[in-house]
């Protein structure tokens, strides 16, 4: 999965949307895709957004292995605007069979009856969900219904400079394994860095920060859909991150003249970074220079914990051909059609059992973010997330800069975001 983090459908988008969700059917169209005599002929389209060169072979070949099993023909189509073109799509009626839905997405175009209902076709095929990452599968649920299965994942991993880090007179093993230990290795390493490099970097969003917000057991949305930010838990979870952004031991990217933490690392500004790991293919193919170590987030409260971006194959509600998209889903998330994807793009699979084939478990860079798996915060908190998310981003510099504390930050960012939930989708 080729993400940084790709930036989701606005509610205000998808406010136009007139749809809803196909009624019954699921079970008669589960019985036909149980049958492969059935699909023969068949075509479907599946809609995709553009990857790496890796990932478009990959996906040319899991395209071609589905047909020469089903006999059922895909076409592609290829978003360079996702968002903005699936929404006009499915408001147009031209939408794709298929097509990938972002977690952070998911909520909105659930309820908006866009996204066919996968249970009855999960019963019919007896298809087996405990090989999925439990993460990765209650990404796509709402109202106890699955909305999609999930192609792959990413999770948040510690990343070191060796170099740096051995030239200060540290290991990698000295970098604490706790949060709560992490400022005090700060301040010290911060004296043995050369000059104009800072201990660690942070981009200042609520995708990197969730799980900090919600470790103390209080989430950023109530029930209800409203924003929750300011709670004392809260405050207490991501006050250490303000006090180090002001020691000067933790910088962002802006701050050091680059626009994402990768590059600020890979430029060799940051010793260490908490981000994604897309950031390995960055950095080997933009800095191969930087040698590079990785390691669990340190845990908080003794518990480990990591954020978890993912993306589904999800079935559009209005499809004609439903029984053939649901068959594309089945064989593209099989042992089969995973490991083909996941070998050739070079991600991490959703299911545990070809993690293990792959021996991603062994993989220096890679095992960290594989563990992260099984416990990981998915990005994903209900139709209300993008704006709490935009109000979060909005407000935390001000905190990290001192022109507010953080408790008056959040205080303001969740006053805004609620007035806007309470008129957009309430």
Same mark, same amino acid.
């Given at each position: 999965?080729?993400?940084?983090?790709?930036?989701?459908?606005?509610?205000?988008?998808?406010? @136009?949307?007139?749809?809803?969700?196909?009624?019954? /059917?699921?079970?008669?169209?589960?019985?036909?895709?149980?049958?492969?005599?059935?699909?023969? /002929?068949?075509?479907?389209?599946?809609? &995709?957004?553009?990857?790496?060169?890796?990932?478009?072979?990959?996906?040319?070949?899991?395209?071609?292995?589905?047909?020469?099993?089903?006999?059922?023909?895909?076409?592609?189509?290829?978003?360079?605007?996702?968002?903005?073109?699936?929404?006009?799509?499915?408001?147009?009626?031209?939408?794709?069979?298929? $097509?990938?839905?972002?977690?952070?997405?998911?909520?909105?175009?659930?309820?908006?009856?866009?996204?066919?209902?996968?249970?009855?076709?999960?019963?019919?095929?007896?298809?087996?969900?405990?090989? $999925?990452?439990?993460?990765?599968?209650?990404?796509?649920?709402?109202?106890?219904?699955?909305?999609?299965?999930?192609?792959?994942?990413?999770?948040?991993?510690?990343?070191?400079?060796?170099?740096?880090?051995?030239?200060?007179? =540290?290991?990698?093993?000295?970098?604490?394994?706790?949060?709560?230990?992490?400022? @005090?290795?700060?301040?010290?390493?911060?004296?043995?860095?050369?000059?104009?490099?800072?201990?660690?970097?942070?981009?200042?969003?609520?995708?990197?920060?969730? =799980?900090?917000?919600?470790? /103390?057991? &209080?989430?950023?949305?109530?029930?209800?859909?409203? !924003?929750?930010?300011?709670?004392?838990?809260?405050?207490?979870?991501?006050?250490?991150?303000?006090?180090?952004?002001?020691?000067?031991?933790?910088?962002?990217?802006?701050?050091?003249?680059?626009?994402?933490?990768?590059?600020? =690392?890979?430029?060799?500004?940051? #010793?260490?970074?908490?981000?994604?790991?897309?950031?390995?293919?960055?950095?080997?193919?933009? =800095?191969?220079?930087?040698?590079?170590?990785?390691?669990?987030?340190?845990?908080? @409260?003794?518990?480990?914990?990591?954020?978890?971006?993912?993306?589904?194959?999800?079935?559009?509600?209005?499809?004609?051909?439903?029984?053939?998209?649901? !068959? $594309?889903?089945?064989? #593209?998330?099989?042992?089969? /059609?995973?490991?083909?994807?996941?070998?050739?793009?070079?991600?991490?699979?959703?299911?545990?059992?070809? #993690?293990?084939?792959?021996?991603?478990?062994?993989?220096?860079?890679?095992?960290? $973010?594989?563990?992260?798996?099984?416990?990981?915060?998915?990005?994903?908190?209900?139709?209300?997330?993008?704006?709490?998310?935009?109000?979060?981003?909005?407000?935390?510099?001000?905190?990290?800069?001192?022109?507010? &504390?953080?408790?008056? #930050?959040?205080?303001?960012?969740?006053?805004?975001?609620?007035?806007?939930?309470?008129?957009?989708?309430?």
């Amino acid at each position: 999965m080729n993400m940084k983090l790709s930036k989701p459908l606005s509610v205000l988008m998808l406010s @136009g949307l007139v749809l809803t969700a196909a009624c019954g /059917g699921g079970e008669e169209e589960a019985q036909v895709a149980s049958d492969p005599s059935k699909l023969k /002929g068949k075509e479907i389209t599946v809609g &995709t957004w553009k990857g790496t060169d890796a990932e478009v072979k990959a996906f040319d070949e899991l395209l071609k292995n589905f047909t020469d099993e089903t006999g059922v023909k895909v076409k592609k189509k290829v978003y360079n605007d996702y968002q903005t073109q699936l929404q006009t799509d499915l408001v147009g009626g031209t939408a794709p069979d298929v $097509f990938y839905v972002d977690a952070f997405l998911a909520p909105e175009l659930s309820k908006q009856g866009v996204l066919e209902p996968l249970d009855p076709y999960i019963k019919k095929a007896k298809k087996n969900l405990n090989d $999925f990452y439990d993460p990765a599968i209650n990404a796509f649920k709402s109202d106890d219904k699955l909305f999609g299965l999930p192609k792959d994942y990413s999770t948040l991993g510690l990343y070191y400079n060796k170099k740096l880090i051995e030239d200060a007179g =540290f290991t990698a093993d000295d970098i604490p394994t706790e949060m709560e230990k992490l400022p @005090g290795f700060l301040k010290e390493l911060k004296g043995k860095l050369p000059s104009g490099v800072t201990p660690a970097i942070t981009t200042s969003e609520l995708a990197r920060h969730m =799980f900090v917000l919600q470790s /103390g057991g &209080t989430d950023i949305v109530d029930k209800e859909g409203n !924003a929750v930010l300011a709670k004392p838990d809260q405050i207490a979870a991501l006050q250490p991150l303000v006090d180090a952004y002001q020691d000067k031991l933790v910088q962002r990217p802006a701050d050091l003249g680059q626009g994402w933490a990768g590059d600020s =690392f890979g430029a060799e500004k940051a #010793a260490i970074m908490i981000e994604g790991n897309w950031a390995i293919s960055h950095i080997k193919q933009n =800095f191969p220079k930087v040698e590079m170590g990785t390691k669990e987030v340190p845990t908080i @409260g003794g518990k480990n914990k990591s954020m978890m971006f993912t993306v589904s194959y999800s079935l559009n509600s209005e499809s004609k051909e439903k029984s053939a998209g649901w !068959a $594309f889903i089945d064989y #593209a998330t099989s042992k089969d /059609g995973m490991k083909t994807w996941s070998e050739g793009a070079g991600v991490l699979p959703s299911l545990k059992s070809i #993690a293990t084939d792959l021996k991603l478990q062994d993989d220096e860079l890679k095992a960290p $973010f594989v563990a992260a798996g099984a416990y990981a915060t998915p990005w994903q908190k209900g139709d209300s997330l993008s704006i709490v998310a935009r109000e979060y981003n909005n407000l935390l510099p001000a905190a990290l800069k001192g022109d507010m &504390t953080l408790e008056e #930050a959040m205080k303001k960012a969740e006053k805004t975001a609620n007035k806007d939930i309470k008129t957009q989708l309430k």
